[in-house]
C-alpha cells in the first residue's frame, strides 16, 4: 500500500469572493513569471512559495448551517483525512465557523504557516498522512 501526505489549512473567510480571489491562480504570473516578486496566488504568497502546481491543490468554500463532515465530505480521500483533521480541530478548540479548506501534496510549502488579516482567518493544520 502506498501512502503519501497532503497539508491542511482551514480557514473562515467573509465571503466566497474573498475566499476564490486568496486561492486561486494569477493569470498575470504567467506573463511575469521571471520575477522573485510575482507569486503564482495570494495564498502562495503567504506561504513564502512563488509557485504552486495548481493541479495538485485542492480547495472550497463551503458556507451554511452544516457539519463540517457534511461541508467537506466530497472532496478527495476525505473518508481517511476528515477524522483526523477534526479531532485536531478539536484538540485546538477553534471556535470560528470554518467555511473553507486548502490542501495540497507535503513539499509543495517548504513551512507552511497560519495567516490572519481582516478578510479571513486560515490555520495550517499540519500533516496527514492517506493510502493512494
Known sequence: ?????????????????????FVEEDENYYLLEESDDTYISKFAESQDTVWLDHDFVEYGFEDGDRTFYEKFSDYSFAEQWLPI?????????????????IF????QVP?????????FSLVYMGGIEFSV
Open 1 to 21: 500500500m502506498n501512502t503519501d501526505t497532503l497539508d491542511f489549512w482551514i480557514g473562515n473567510f467573509n465571503s466566497e469572493e474573498d475566499f476564490y480571489d
Open 85 to 101: 483533521l477534526l479531532n485536531r480541530i478539536n484538540e485546538l478548540n477553534l471556535k470560528s465557523d470554518i467555511n473553507s479548506i
Open 104 to 107: 495540497l501534496n507535503r513539499g
Open 111 to 119: 513551512k507552511p504557516v497560519s495567516v490572519e488579516n481582516e478578510a
